[in-house]
């Protein structure tokens, strides 16, 4: 029936690892021949590409990261490497691809596809759930629970004596990671790239909420806004609280994917085979309002991803 190969491109979320697994065994399901190309848009113009079998995906379904790794290309933007990256597919027989990625790596695998005919379809892949079109990014829910654990045990500290602790949360330029952390942590401050927050409105409220006998405030603040330090400041200085600054990093990037990114993994890898198998495509394979759909690149990468209004609505009190 042919072969078919699945990379990672862009930042590594926790899910790709259960996808990677549920890719070979239904693809050995479906009589396909399963490969990998390592090390993403590099392994493939550098050939790093290997057949794959049931072995190799044994033991690792509750691992974080990805086994085949990832990277960021800049070689790929040249067609001289994607030709050669072409002809490293040739050898292997392989005219279906499946990317798990971004928006970024999409459009690279947009050209590519267009350019050499190569049936691709791409899984939205990122912590920061900025893919305009889908509700889900694999990885999302892991990277929310990390923080979760994060804020639930600074809390703790933060309880421990009269301090606020200000923690900037990942996202690149979408403010969704810190939107929901904020929201179920129950911080009382929260800073997103999505709305202008008004610091004289929230120093009056907090400081009525410190008279009242509020000794301690998180504070959680998207890494797209730039304004973390602003914030620590200006709370040391209006709010007079004592501040600790903690920058979550790449920890968010990690852990043992979740039940629910593992049986999304599922889900994103079965359709997108079963696709493949019908059609020559390349399309991103989307989730929202709870069904699974199919959109051309284009439709996704054409405008910016907006968190929905009801979310905004649901934060506005913690940012003014
Ligand atoms: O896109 C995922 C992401 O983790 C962003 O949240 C963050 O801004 C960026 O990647 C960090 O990139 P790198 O791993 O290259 O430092």
């Not at 050209?111 to 900025?130: A, L, Q, R, V, Y």
């Not at 500290?157 to 200000?166: E, I, M």
Request: net charge negative; proline share 2%.
């Amino acid at each position: 029936m042919g072969s078919i190969a699945i990379m990672c491109s862009g930042g590594d979320s926790s899910g790709m690892n259960p996808a990677i697994k549920k890719f070979v065994e239904y693809a050995l399901d479906k009589n396909l021949t399963p490969y990998f190309i390592f090390d993403g848009l590099e392994g493939l113009i550098d050939g790093d590409i290997r057949k794959a079998d049931y072995k190799d995906v044994t033991g690792i379904i509750h691992l974080g990261g990805t086994m085949i790794r990832t990277s960021r290309s800049k070689r790929f933007y040249e067609f001289s490497n994607r030709e050669i990256a072409y002809r490293n597919l040739q050898k292997n027989s392989i005219d279906k691809l499946i990317v798990l990625g971004g928006d970024g790596s999409f459009k690279a695998m947009d050209i590519f596809s267009k350019e050499f005919n190569i049936s691709f379809i791409g899984i939205p892949s990122t912590i920061d759930n900025n893919i305009n079109g889908t509700d889900y990014c694999l990885g999302v829910d892991t990277a929310l629970n990390v923080i979760r654990t994060a804020l639930d045990e600074i809390r703790d500290t933060a309880l421990s004596f009269k301090r606020a602790f200000v923690v900037e949360t990942m996202g690149a330029d979408c403010g969704y990671l810190a939107l929901i952390s904020a929201l179920t942590s129950g911080a009382e401050i929260c800073i997103i790239p999505e709305i202008r927050y008004d610091l004289e409105a929230l120093q009056k409220k907090i400081s009525e909420e410190m008279k009242e006998g509020r000794t301690n405030i998180l504070a959680v603040v998207a890494e797209g806004t730039n304004d973390t330090d602003k914030i620590k400041e200006w709370i040391e200085r209006d709010l007079k609280l004592e501040v600790r600054e903690l920058i979550l990093g790449h920890i968010q990037r990690g852990g043992s994917p979740s039940v629910y990114d593992r049986l999304m993994a599922f889900e994103f890898i079965s359709y997108a085979i079963d696709r493949l198998m019908q059609d020559s495509v390349n399309e991103i394979i989307v989730y929202r309002d709870a069904k699974f759909e199919f959109l051309e690149v284009n439709e996704v990468v054409k405008d910016r991803h907006r968190i929905n209004d009801k979310l905004l609505d649901l934060v506005v009190r913690l940012s003014k």
